[in-house]
């Protein structure tokens, strides 16, 4: 979690895998963040994977920054990872970030003639 918003309004230039956050009203119970930027490469052929994403943060009082986001996504480009380790990690940090529940699905581009979806929940602990 970050108190201080550090790479809104500023020139980033790099990845970071961090997440930061934001205040949100109480009333707010979800937020969804959807996409179709995230790569990773398969850990055994190198190849690159290309997902649409869905996010879904469950808060009492914090959501994610979208930037911080978009870079935290970037930071996965050349990571060696398959899809259901991926989503895993992505659903532990939004859940350790936001002090709350994450759900996240991935869908893997179709290569080699076959889809993926994988769906996590992180903070369930």
């Known amino acids: ?18 997440l930061e956050t934001i205040l949100v009203p109480s009333a707010v119970k979800q937020v969804t963040f959807r996409g179709d930027e995230l790569t990773a490469n398969c850990p055994v052929t190198g190849q690159p994977d290309f997902y649409d994403y869905e996010i879904h943060c469950h808060t009492h009082s914090r959501s994610l920054e979208s930037k911080s986001l978009k870079l935290y996504l970037w930071s996965w480009h050349d990571e060696g990872i398959f899809a259901e380790t991926l989503a895993a990690h992505i659903a532990d940090d939004v859940a350790h970030a936001i002090e709350g529940r994450s759900y996240v699905r991935l869908d893997q581009h179709v290569r080699g003639g076959i889809s993926l979806s994988v769906i996590a929940e992180g903070g369930l602990r």
């Open 1 to 18: 979690m970050s108190d201080e918003l550090t790479v809104l309004g500023r020139s980033v230039r790099a990845p970071l895998r961090r």
